[in-house]
């Protein structure tokens, strides 16, 4: 169905553009006229800039055409399985989280899902502080084990120790700062009601958002990629592998036992379970209603540490996850390189527009802005279904882009003596 699909969505864009190439008043473009030269064969010098500027002016406006239209529609659960409530694990690795813990808990507790099929299992193992002691005091409205035994530095061994402890056969994955919505649970365990699923991912959305430009630009950025977003709805949507991001995602135990838990030597332990997942040709779907909250570094320091460690696990982490599945990395990785650039290569399709407009090159002009409505087009799209229709978000753009090159920056440093710590939100 996901080839089908490119089939179709491709086949609009090349027919609108054809019809575009066919009917384009050729005095307003120098470009058609050498072109249209280029077939008489009066003009073969011009073969190699043909070919450049194909790939530049027509396969981006191709591709994020195809992204664009396969932003739109709804994701289908399996049939029946609006019910669908399995007994279920999850697992949370909180240290040193005695202000943000009990917030957590609760939306447990408001949670809609039964809560005789709920257990949850919390690592507060190194903490000095409460977390402990209020994790206790959810021991009356809630199942909870708490496990406060020492452990390795690092959320992937917390997670392993979880699991020991873990009942079911369902796995869920949260971070201690992460809240539920009422019925996030269920709409994350629905895929699993096929037997041939395998693991679930989903949605996170800010919860500061408003607090200030940085937050803002962050909670536009997790509407597409980050936050598990829309790239990943339209992954899905064109039959594409798709990958866990950390947290918010479900998993079979079953599945983690044959794999020996998460892999304790990685920082981004996300990325080798996801790479392991591939090469075990194991299904992954995505649930888009099954978004959960969580804050956002409000200040540039607490930011920069973040991606710091999410970029330098990324890099530690890629030649084991090169090992286990090497085509799956480089098409991840060549496809984050273009797509987790929507927003900024659509603004940057402007720059030559403009300068195609400016020499009355109206065709290449038509060509670029297309790209810019595609790009921009999609991440509108991102925020009316991820971003809570909070369309002023998309005032904060140039954050956001911001955002995506610093993450580029990031991948040229050295991290090699980077070890696992965490996240401190402001």
């Not at 895929?191 to 949605?203: E, N, R």
């Not at 990958?243 to 304790?264: D, H, V």
Request: proline share 4%; net charge positive.
């Amino acid at each position: 169905m996901g080839k089908l699909r490119y089939l179709i969505y491709g086949t609009i864009i090349v027919g609108i553009f054809l019809l575009i190439h066919l009917f384009f008043p050729r005095e307003w473009s120098s470009w058609l006229l050498k072109t249209d030269e280029l077939f008489q064969g009066t003009r073969l010098q011009f073969l190699g800039l043909f070919i450049f500027g194909g790939f530049l002016f027509f396969i981006y406006p191709l591709l994020f055409g195809i992204n664009f239209l396969a932003s739109f529609g709804k994701l289908n659960y399996p049939p029946g399985s609006e019910n669908f409530t399995p007994p279920i694990s999850v697992i949370i690795a909180a240290i040193n989280e005695e202000k943000i813990i009990g917030n957590t808990l609760n939306s447990f507790v408001n949670s809609t899902y039964p809560k005789d099929h709920l257990e949850l299992i919390i690592i507060t193992s190194g903490s000095t502080d409460r977390t402990t002691e209020v994790c206790q005091e959810y021991q009356n409205k809630l199942n909870i084990k708490i496990l406060t035994d020492p452990l390795p530095k690092g959320k992937p061994a917390a997670l392993n120790h979880g699991l020991k402890h873990a009942t079911h056969d369902i796995i869920c994955v949260y971070d201690a700062d992460t809240q539920l919505y009422d019925n996030s649970l269920q709409n994350l365990v629905r895929h699993l009601s096929d037997p041939t699923i395998d693991a679930v991912s989903a949605p996170v959305v800010v919860r500061n958002w408003n607090e200030n430009k940085l937050t803002k630009g962050i909670a536009l950025e997790y509407t597409y990629l980050s936050g598990t977003g829309l790239y990943h709805e339209i992954r899905s949507r064109l039959g594409r592998n798709l990958w866990l991001m950390g947290r918010n995602y479900a998993i079979r135990k079953k599945i983690l036992e044959e794999f020996g838990g998460w892999n304790e030597n990685a920082l981004t332990e996300d990325l080798h379970l996801s790479a392991q997942l591939s090469a075990a040709k194991k299904k992954i779907r995505f649930a888009p209603d099954a978004k959960i909250n969580e804050r956002a570094p409000k200040t540039f320091k607490s930011f920069i540490n973040q991606r710091k460690r999410w970029v330098g696990g990324y890099s530690q982490s890629l030649s084991e996850a090169m090992e286990l599945d090497k085509r799956t990395v480089i098409l991840r990785n060549l496809a984050m390189m273009h797509f987790g650039h929507t927003l900024d290569l659509s603004f940057m399709a402007l720059i030559p527009a403009i300068i195609f407009g400016l020499i009355g090159d109206y065709y290449i002009m038509l060509l670029c802005i297309a790209t810019f409505i595609f790009g921009f087009g999609t991440y509108i799209n991102a925020v009316r279904k991820y971003g809570e229709g909070r369309y002023r978000l998309l005032l904060f753009f140039p954050i956001t882009i911001f955002i995506d090159w610093t993450m580029f920056s990031l991948q040229f440093k050295s991290y090699e003596e980077l070890e696992w710590e965490k996240t401190i939100i402001d």
